[in-house]
């Protein structure tokens, strides 16, 4: 049985920095890519981030870019989603999702994305 389990969420001043992890579980992780999505109260799920099986690609949303940065250790089965200069606007649920053999313009599709995980929230105050 696949799992993803995220933590580190939390409640944070603007200006402030969180970092997120996601362990996975029943699946060989390293041949997997990662994504992290967030979903703010009535809006639709966004694209954060993506990492490649190996770590060395990372990929940005614009919104995030320079502020957030996303690694993985393989050998712990975990992703990391570090985020710095946290804004209100960062205020959601976020996501970490894996998937085997995302094409690589697929990559912020979160239909194309296998497994999910529960989510955290991340709150940020102003």
């Known amino acids: 049985q696949v799992q993803l389990v995220e933590s580190g969420g939390g409640l944070v001043q603007a200006g402030g920095s969180l970092r997120l992890s996601c362990v996975a579980s029943?699946?060989?992780?390293?041949?997997?890519?990662m994504g992290w999505f967030r979903q703010a109260p009535g809006k639709e799920r966004e694209f954060v981030g993506y990492i490649s099986r190996s770590g060395v690609t990372a990929y940005y949303a614009d919104s995030v870019k320079g502020r957030f940065t996303i690694s993985r250790d393989n050998a712990k089965n975990t992703g990391y989603l570090q985020m710095n200069s946290l804004k209100p606007e960062d205020t959601a649920v976020y996501y970490c999702?894996?998937?085997?053999?995302?094409?690589?313009?697929?990559?912020?599709?979160?239909?194309?994305?296998?497994?999910w995980g529960q989510g955290t929230q991340v709150t940020v105050s102003s």
């Open positions: 999702a894996a998937d085997y053999n995302i094409a690589a313009d697929r990559r912020s599709d979160a239909k194309k994305y296998d497994y």
């Open positions: 029943g699946l060989s992780f390293r041949s997997y890519a």
